[in-house]
């Protein structure tokens, strides 16, 4: 007896134009790549006996994996909203922007607020969709926000800075 899973809920329909180019970008070096790999594998079946041929095998699985892709990219792309402008109102919190919030510990962090498909810790970059961007939606500067994930504890930020054009790394 299968499990009934909901469907997850639909990401948020917007993109950065940066975004927008890099999903671009992606989606014809997959198709480069994807004729390389289907060389590559017209060659390993070339060689006779597929059960047992590892060359073939893996090319295969290789090319399934860039088909998903291209497949899930062909069908979001035209999908996608590009915001190509900053709001006129900048004291607030929207998307794109960059958020410097200070935890009550008196760390700084900064998030820029992208959405679902640019999400990058290593940059600071969170959907649109978190629950941290969803607190920070419409606040401004020196709010409050608290925000309690999982089993922790709730954290507290107070929203320190909002930019709208790329921080300054000094």
């Avoid at 890099?22 to 790549?33: F, H, I, N, V």
């Avoid at 590009?82 to 700084?108: C, H, M, Y």
């Avoid at 920070?136 to 922790?152: N, Q, Y």
Wanted: a negative charge; proline letters at 4%; charged letters at 30%.
């Amino acid at each position: 007896m299968a499990r009934w899973k909901s469907p997850r809920p639909k990401s948020s329909p917007y993109i950065t134009e940066q975004g927008y180019q890099r999903l671009e970008t992606e989606l014809s070096q997959l198709w480069e790549k994807r004729k390389y790999v289907t060389a590559a594998l017209a060659a390993a079946a070339a060689e006779g006996d597929r059960s047992e041929n590892a060359e073939y095998i893996y090319r295969k699985k290789e090319l399934r994996g860039i088909d998903r892709r291209i497949h899930y990219l062909q069908r979001r792309l035209p999908s996608l909203t590009v915001v190509r402008e900053a709001p006129a109102n900048q004291d607030q919190i929207f998307f794109g922007a960059w958020v410097t919030l200070e935890k009550e510990s008196g760390e700084e962090v900064c998030y820029r607020i992208v959405g679902a498909d640019e999400i990058d810790a290593e940059c600071g970059y969170i959907s649109l969709d978190s629950p941290l961007a969803q607190a920070l939606l419409k606040k401004s500067f020196d709010d409050e926000v608290r925000i309690k994930s999982g089993d922790h504890a709730a954290v507290l930020y107070t929203i320190v800075d909002i930019d709208y054009s790329a921080p300054s790394t000094t």
